[in-house]
């Protein structure tokens, strides 16, 4: 399906939640980063995604944005001792599939789940494709 087409994001400056309503059609759904991030020590980032229709729940996925990136676009990745550095737009080892098209919330969760020694966040967006 190459790398599909943005319909939505949900923009993150630091931990929290978001969400957007996108126009998606039935079938596979890809989730994306564009991320800018810097930290020192061993982290865990997670985002925890939930699409529904109509109030009720369609899919969920979660999504490592620090994992290796099967798909990247204009990326800067460093990694010296224990500084750590990401930048640019890649492609989340997460997809789901949703049943039927129509109007679709995406509730996002964006958290460490093994928070590192420091970090500076200054984006983590989470793109739908399709």
């Known amino acids: 399906m190459g790398c599909g087409k943005e ?11 978001g969400s957007t309503t996108v126009a998606l059609k039935a079938g596979e759904v890809s989730f994306w980063t564009d991320i800018d ?3 020192e020590g061993s982290a865990a980032l997670d985002y925890e995604v939930e699409l529904s229709q109509g109030g009720t729940k369609i899919a969920t996925a979660s999504c490592d944005p620090l994992a290796r990136l099967s798909v990247k676009s204009m990326w ?5 001792g224990d500084k750590h ?5 890649g492609k989340l080892d997460c997809t789901v599939s949703i049943p039927a098209s129509g109007s ?3 509730t996002v969760v964006l958290a460490f789940s093994s928070k590192p020694k420091s970090v ?5 967006d989470l793109v739908i494709k399709q």
Do not use: Q, W
């Open 7 to 17: 319909l939505g994001r949900v923009p993150f400056a630091k931990e929290g939640s």
């Open 37 to 39: 991030l810097e930290y």
């Open 76 to 80: 800067a990745e460093t990694n010296i």
């Open 85 to 89: 550095t990401r930048n640019g737009s």
């Open 104 to 106: 679709t919330t995406v």
């Open 120 to 124: 500076t966040l200054r984006k983590a």
